[in-house]
């Protein structure tokens, strides 16, 4: 992190910790305080705060991680919004406690698909948290939570569901991943390509390489 005091004419490097810029294609954004300049948020996995102009930094996590954006009220810094992957939680005293993102119906959805069932059923897989089987259509007044299930794979998974067997789901996810879920029998087996997870490990260590997501398709 550098900070200028004339406008981006010089500039001094204030922290070079690593947290602060992690993933930095993803994350790094970077909040003054609309009422004090040295009190700085810097948004990543979680976010961060400095009262003494960026030289130190406290690390802390609204309700749900991957912290993408932040809003401060220019009359009241206490007042926030924070954007993450679960959705926005509120704060009225400047992040010691957040609103819960659990009374909004948010979710990114990569992409989704349906079964052959009758009625039939939407599957998709949701940024930083499960894949869903959701009805779509209910008994009830409303398609609610009670419609909703995990399924196959991950978050970033296309998913394929056998098409003589609307209960049998294959998901993918991030680094090879691969799993058969029997929603009949609630039996969930891992398939991947080879037996290993590279959470954490750099592209020479694996043994075939594998995108984010990756196709799973059915011969027709």
Known sequence: MFR???GGNSWTKTNDDRNLRQRAWYYTRI???TKDDNIVYVLNVSYHKSTDGGRTFSTSNAPH???HDLWIAPEDPQRMIIGDDGGAQVSFDGGENWSTYLNQPTAQFYRVVTDNAFPYRIYGAQQDNSTVRIAHRTEGSSITERDWEP???GESAHLAVDPLD???VYGGSYGGLLTRQNHRTKQEQTINVWPDNPMGAGAE???YRFQWNYPIFFSS
């Open 31 to 33: 909040y003054a305080d």
């Open 166 to 168: 609307n209960d049998i």
């Open 151 to 153: 399924s196959a794979g």
């Open 205 to 207: 260590a694996m043994k």
């Open 4 to 6: 200028s005091d004339d």
């Open 65 to 67: 991680g991957d912290h």
